[in-house]
């Protein structure tokens, strides 16, 4: 606002200051229009959006100026992704939070409706369907409080707040079972919390906003330095998990036997139970539940090679299409290990040769490089396998990848790395094209695989139909999980 003073123009106000390519500086705001000649229609900005293009639409603003990383939206896809950010130093109440994608209140009345699933990395993220102005109130229902403890993925989820005569309701609803009604309500002297509180807002201060927050970033949040009942091991167990990277599929025999050139390789990473990953992601959330029942939580002090047989046989007994024995491998032997298979060694269901590495150093780049970033479970239903295309070329290339992606561990080398993950991935389109694309998947696999690939060296998926994207870069990726490779 600057003061009128002597001239005939009471702003400029209520506008912006705009730069132009030129060089130019322009303020843009509100005052009476002049005589042009011509009468213009009324236009109402839209108030809905399918997230259907590749950016949110103009009704949508952000409570500060945006930074990359705060939100992804996902083209087609029907979606956006929101990146849980840090609060700002010295927070007290949601006055201070800058990434809260707001739409103004279209009408007096008016229903906002908001479909959402949460997946959280650590404990201390949330997410939130907030109604922003002098005063406030956000909507966090107690199953998503729950994801942000266990870091488990929530199903879709729908809000509905509802506006009348400048009073706000919400409602939740889940599949088709509805929910208590809870409102979490903040003023300025800190954080409170009321159920079922009516709050009154006018049109002219009221936003609807959604966003996503990290409470604290600490040792606790990511379960460092904690022990005992504490610890995210008292819920996830003690077992470690398992990463693949590079070369997968070549540890079944029916892929196996069509290499020309064998053996054929796979990387896979031990990881230390220090998160709460989502099962059906290619994490080998399954294998991994077999083993803590098999052997009460913990892993038995004997010869891996034993172990990884003994918990072969729990697994696939009776199984038709049997796992691999490249996820047994992957929990029980510490590092990162190479896997060669052969065929003509035990059928190809276990590798001739296993070349593990744990040094230290090379653990921690990895960690340095690698980012899994939350991308949707293996819907019910789903198998990768209903089309095959086993041609030995390109079996060889899929053997290749690994020999080359543990190569590029072992030196250090991100170029490297990017490269078999990426041509890894070409390798099971190939080969399986269902791994990506599939009548139960709802999300376009191949699109968001080609976004992390072209904006960071390299990416690939956890699993088959998706699971987590693996992403290799030296430089933070929004929204990742961070992982720590047991080596011992």
Known sequence: MLAQGKTPINGPHQGAWVDTPA????????????????????????????????????????????????????????????????????????????????????AP??????????????GDEKTRLIVMGTDYAYLAPLWLALAAAT????PATTFKIRFRLGKARARLYQGSSRHRRRWHHSRRAGETHARQRRLTFTRREGYVSACCVRYE??????????????????????????????GGWIDQPFV?????????????????????????????????????????????????????????????????EPSGS????????????????????EGGYFPEHIESNCDRHTAR?????????????????????????????????????????FDAIVANDIGGL????????????????????HPTLQIDLKRILSYYQQRYAGAMYSGCGGGYAIVASEEPVPGALKVKVKTC
Request: proline share 8%; aromatic share 10%; glycine share 10%.
């Open 256 to 320: 196996s036997r069509h290499n020309p050139s064998p053996p054929g390789s796979m990387v896979v990473v031990s990881l230390e139970p220090n998160l709460w990953l989502m099962d059906r992601c290619g994490m080998a959330s399954g294998t991994r539940k077999v083993a803590s029942e098999l052997w009460g939580g913990g892993v038995p002090d004997r010869p891996p090679v034993e172990l990884v047989r003994e918990l072969y046989r729990a697994e696939n007994k009776d199984k038709a």
């Open 23 to 106: 060089g130019e500086s322009w303020f843009i705001h509100s005052y009476r229009k002049a005589n042009v000649g011509k009468t213009y229609p009324v236009m109402t900005p839209a108030d809905t959006d399918e997230f259907n293009g590749s950016q949110h639409g103009l009704q949508w603003q952000w409570a500060a100026n945006p930074k990359p990383g705060w939100v992804f939206p996902a083209g087609g896809l029907g979606l956006i992704r929101l990146f849980c950010i840090p609060l700002p130093e010295g927070f007290k109440n949601f006055w201070d939070v800058p990434n809260l994608l707001l739409q103004k209140f279209p």
């Open 151 to 154: 870091g488990a993925q929530t």
């Open 365 to 405: 780049w990895l960690e340095e490089v690698i980012h899994l970033v939350p991308i949707g479970q293996r819907p019910e239903g789903y198998n990768p396998l209903g089309v095959k295309n086993l041609d030995p070329q390109w079996i060889r290339q899929l053997g290749q990848t690994c020999k080359d992606c």
């Open 109 to 122: 009345q008016f229903t906002a409706t908001a479909k959402v699933a949460f997946t959280a990395r650590t």
């Open 326 to 345: 490249q996820d047994m491998i992957g929990l029980l032997y510490p590092g990162v290990s190479r896997l060669d298979y052969d065929a003509g060694f």
């Open 217 to 246: 970033q600490s040792r606790q949040a990511s379960g460092e330095g904690l022990s005992g009942r504490n610890s995210i091991a008292s819920i996830v167990g003690n077992i470690p998990h398992r990463m693949a990277l590079a």
């Open 418 to 437: 990017a490269a078999s993950m990426n041509h890894s991935m070409r390798c099971w389109e190939a080969i399986l094209p269902q791994t990506m694309k």
